[in-house]
């Protein structure tokens, strides 16, 4: 298996603009989460899904930001529009069901807004 | 608010020193694990302890779970510059499934 895969590992988009981050997660696993990460906040849990359904999405920080997952092999995170303090590295993950067998992140997508 | 805190935030030790990371909260887990992360890259799993008190080895790290399940240990022995990264530790809480709470990280630099 290829791993977590996101795209695109870099994107830099100007204020108001609509971004969409993409991630396929490993195949089997029933778990897909979105992170974001900063140096000033760490690892933050955005949203999560589990066989596609949307278990909590808490941590999405408002409106602007949205999530799906139309599929068990695909799925989007979507910010529109977006802010320069959305600026960081947003990661997917997905795992088994359980906490014993942790999660497999992908590479991360490096977002800067300008 | 962040549940599990590390501690050192930052540590710059040279080759062949030895170092522990530690990782508290007021709160019992039913599980902790441990991640480093390198630059560019998303965090990797290194180990899961479920059991309070249990010990594990990898190497040259060892791993700690406290006895009442609210902290855990990191010990590298040896330390080499591979080594060098982000450390994450991150707790589990029964009956909410595969939700992780991850902690604030310590990042090691280890020079030669």
């Known amino acids: 298996d290829a791993g977590v895969i996101q795209s695109p590992r870099h994107e830099v988009t100007e204020m108001g603009q609509e971004v969409t981050l993409r991630c396929k997660p490993i195949?089997?696993?029933?778990?897909l989460f979105w992170y974001r990460q900063t140096m000033m906040r760490g690892l933050e849990l955005l949203i999560y899904?589990?066989?596609?359904?949307?278990?909590?999405d808490s941590g999405m920080p408002e409106d602007r930001f949205s999530a799906k997952m139309p599929n068990a092999s695909f799925s989007t995170l979507k910010i529109q529009p977006s802010e320069p303090r959305d600026s960081a590295v947003y990661f997917c993950?997905?795992?088994?069901?359980?906490?014993?067998?942790?999660?497999?992140f992908g590479s991360g997508t490096r977002l800067t807004v300008v | 608010t962040q549940l599990l805190e590390q501690s050192p935030q930052f540590l710059s030790i040279q080759e062949g020193e030895n170092l522990t990371v530690y990782c508290n909260s007021s709160?019992?887990?039913?599980?902790l694990q441990w991640y480093r992360q390198e630059p560019g890259e998303g965090p990797v799993l290194l180990v899961t302890?479920?059991?309070?008190?249990e010990v594990k080895k990898l190497k040259r790290l060892t791993f700690q779970f406290g006895d009442a399940r609210k902290d855990s240990s990191l010990h590298i022995t040896a330390a080499q510059p591979g080594d060098t990264g982000l450390y994450l530790c991150?707790?589990?809480?029964?009956?909410?499934?595969?939700?992780?709470?991850f902690g604030t990280g310590t990042r090691l630099q280890v020079t030669l």
């Open positions: 899904f589990n066989n596609n359904v949307p278990i909590d």
């Open positions: 991150a707790g589990g809480k029964a009956g909410t499934a595969s939700k992780l709470t």
């Open positions: 993950a997905s795992s088994l069901p359980g906490q014993g067998d942790g999660y497999t």
């Open positions: 302890v479920v059991t309070g008190g």
């Open positions: 709160s019992v887990f039913s599980s």
């Open positions: 195949s089997g696993h029933d778990y």
